[in-house]
């Protein structure tokens, strides 16, 4: 006798995220969130009051903090273009 089992599917990734949802994917503060979108490290967008972090945004950062800790790059600070 074979028991069904349940697949789990992971719903197709957003092109935009809340601060609060950025703050669950990456693990961070809001105030962090807020501190790196000033410094430029991390990118935003704001449509009316609302600021959105684009999922390619998040992608770089992450990208950008695997870089640092290899080492590769320079010395001075990196910003996300």
């Known amino acids: 006798m074979s028991v069904p089992t ?3 599917q992971t719903p197709p990734p957003k092109p935009l995220y809340k601060v ?3 703050m ?3 693990s961070l503060g809001r105030s962090l ?3 790196l979108i000033r410094s430029g490290r991390l990118r935003s967008v704001k449509e ?3 600021r959105l972090i684009p999922a390619s945004a998040i992608a770089e950062y992450v990208a950008l903090l695997e870089r640092e ?3 590769d790059g320079n ?3 990196v910003r996300c273009a």
Do not use: F, N, S
């Open 48 to 50: 009316g009051r609302v």
């Open 24 to 26: 669950a994917l990456l």
């Open 75 to 77: 010395d001075q600070e």
């Open 33 to 35: 969130i807020y501190e």
């Open 20 to 22: 609060t949802e950025a």
């Open 6 to 8: 349940a697949t789990m």
């Open 69 to 71: 800790a290899r080492g």
